[in-house]
């Protein structure tokens, strides 16, 4: 099983970008699924959530401009960035709870984290 970003790039100010990230593998269920970001010199933060039955959250920095969205059918989960400033620079990366199957068995982990892709906001 895997996580799977993609979307990241350089950007000007203003700009929007719209990240991705799916999971695959023998995925029995997906319950919440997340984005954090982690800046040069600064500790990972929550950037926004979603459960499997759609409610969201989101860090006050970025309400407003970003939205959170998820393909359940396709095990994706999506980060719509708009009106984008210097300060969203930062590796972005997805993270699930979930559970799949392992040698034939059922393993249910919570935090699980994909690779990051980077964003990067600058004129």
């Known amino acids: 099983v895997q996580l799977q970003a993609s979307g990241g790039g350089l950007v000007q100010p203003g700009g929007s970008l719209r990240l991705s990230c799916a999971a695959s593998?023998?995925?029995?269920?997906?319950?919440?699924m997340g984005w954090y970001r982690q800046a040069p010199g600064k500790q990972r933060e929550l950037v926004a959530t979603?459960?499997?039955?759609?409610?969201?959250n989101y860090a006050d920095s970025v309400k407003g401009r970003f939205t959170i969205s998820r393909d359940n059918a396709k095990n994706t989960v999506y980060l719509q960035m708009n009106s984008l400033k210097p300060e969203d620079t930062a590796v972005y990366y997805c993270?699930?709870?979930?559970?799949?199957?392992?040698?034939?068995?059922?393993?249910?982990?919570?935090?699980?984290w994909g690779k990051g892709t980077l964003v990067t906001v600058s004129s």
């Open positions: 979603i459960t499997s039955s759609g409610s969201t």
């Open positions: 593998g023998r995925i029995l269920s997906i319950s919440a």
């Open positions: 993270n699930v709870d979930w559970c799949y199957v392992e040698y034939d068995n059922p393993v249910c982990q919570a935090d699980y």
